[in-house]
């Protein structure tokens, strides 16, 4: 039997919409072309910090939730050494983004740990003057680890320096996951190492509850374009004239792959979470992406075939 979807993250959205400014140089009033670059940490400390593989369920499920008309993503991987998994790539076509996740999930944690020059090789990808917003993410347990090479930790951390001014120059925001137990400590170093990476202090998660990324991500992008998360109760999303993207997210705390999702037009009808010219559909263990192109406005409604797992629901509109 199905039930209609009560999301309990409608606060939350509600007061981001009632308190969030857009970043310096991001106009809400357009849809800006976005380019993000996720920098994933592989090294076997993560093996510890990371036990149940949610960096890569993170990055996957940011690389969904990108803008899919005006975003690119890039990935780097790093342990000692800095790896380029995939070049700035163009999200618009469900291939590209199957491309992206797969070329994730094939990342294995192994070896020692540099993050400044994998940070500074980030900055390096941008072009300058490309006219689009850029970001980092940089998804890591924060523990820099070069065993005695005291000289390879030094020139890491003065070209991360330079790196970080790059960034503040061309305003690209940076922000940080935190993985692992010693994150819960904002005095150890492994913290202090993202926090000293992160543009500013409310660009640093450290919450790994898919849930909870789910929500820091929505803050992100909404941060990156300019958009305002919109309230949504009891499933119901109310989609405005003037949006060229509609992005509905879905997460949950645990695993809700075998709850089945469907959406309703304003006239009532269901529409297929199948990919096509006007809408993208993509989903994994702990959340699900639904995007409209160009939708007729009015009241769309989520529902799921299952009241026994918590769903949360937000709202995007692109326009």
């Known amino acids: 039997m199905k039930k209609r979807l009560i999301v309990f993250a409608a606060v939350?959205?509600?007061?981001?919409?009632?308190v969030f400014v857009p970043v310096t140089g991001v106009e809400a009033e357009e849809n800006k072309e976005l380019d993000l670059i996720m920098v994933l940490?592989?090294?076997?400390?993560?093996?510890?910090?990371?036990?149940?593989?949610?960096?890569?369920?993170?990055?996957?499920?940011?690389t969904a939730m990108m803008p899919a008309k005006t975003g690119r993503v890039g990935v780097i991987s790093f342990n000692r050494e800095q790896t380029e998994v995939v070049g700035l790539t163009d999200v618009s076509e469900a291939d590209a983004v199957e491309k992206i996740t797969n070329a994730i999930n094939g990342i294995e944690y192994k070896?020692?740990?540099?993050?400044?020059?994998?940070?500074?090789?980030?900055?390096?990808?941008?072009?300058?003057?490309?006219?689009?917003?850029h970001a980092?993410?940089?998804?890591?347990?924060?523990?820099?680890?070069?065993?005695?090479?005291?000289?390879?930790?030094?020139?890491?951390?003065?070209?991360?320096?330079?790196?970080?001014?790059?960034?503040?120059?061309?305003?690209?925001?940076i922000y940080?996951?935190?993985?692992?137990?010693?994150?819960?400590?904002?005095?150890?170093?492994?913290?202090?190492?993202?926090a000293g990476i992160a543009t500013d202090a409310d660009k640093i998660s450290t919450e790994t509850d898919p849930a909870n990324i789910h929500e820091f991500f929505i803050r992100m992008l909404a941060d990156l374009t300019g958009g305002i998360p919109n309230p949504v109760t009891n499933g119901e999303i109310l989609v405005e004239p003037n949006v060229k993207e509609a992005n509905i997210y879905l997460s949950s705390p645990s695993d809700f792959s075998a709850v089945s999702i469907e959406l309703?037009?304003?006239?009532?009808?269901?529409?297929?979470?199948?990919?096509?010219?006007?809408?993208?559909?993509?989903?994994?263990d702990y959340s699900a992406v639904i995007k409209l192109f160009n939708p007729d406005p009015g009241t769309y409604?989520?529902?799921?075939?299952?009241?026994?797992?918590?769903?949360?629901?937000?709202?995007?509109?692109?326009i």
């Open 12 to 18: 939350l959205v509600m007061a981001l919409s009632a």
């Open 41 to 62: 940490d592989q090294s076997g400390s993560m093996k510890t910090n990371d036990p149940n593989g949610m960096m890569k369920e993170a990055a996957n499920m940011l």
């Open 111 to 133: 070896g020692d740990t540099d993050i400044g020059n994998a940070v500074a090789d980030a900055v390096e990808m941008f072009d300058k003057d490309d006219g689009r917003v």
């Open 136 to 173: 980092i993410l940089v998804l890591s347990d924060g523990r820099n680890d070069f065993g005695i090479d005291k000289n390879a930790e030094q020139a890491s951390d003065e070209r991360l320096y330079d790196a970080l001014v790059d960034a503040q120059n061309q305003n690209c925001q």
């Open 176 to 194: 940080c996951l935190g993985f692992g137990e010693e994150m819960s400590n904002t005095d150890d170093t492994p913290y202090q190492k993202l």
């Open 264 to 284: 309703k037009n304003p006239d009532g009808n269901t529409i297929a979470l199948e990919n096509s010219d006007s809408l993208r559909f993509y989903r994994s």
């Open 301 to 318: 409604n989520v529902e799921v075939s299952s009241a026994d797992v918590d769903i949360s629901v937000g709202y995007l509109p692109l």
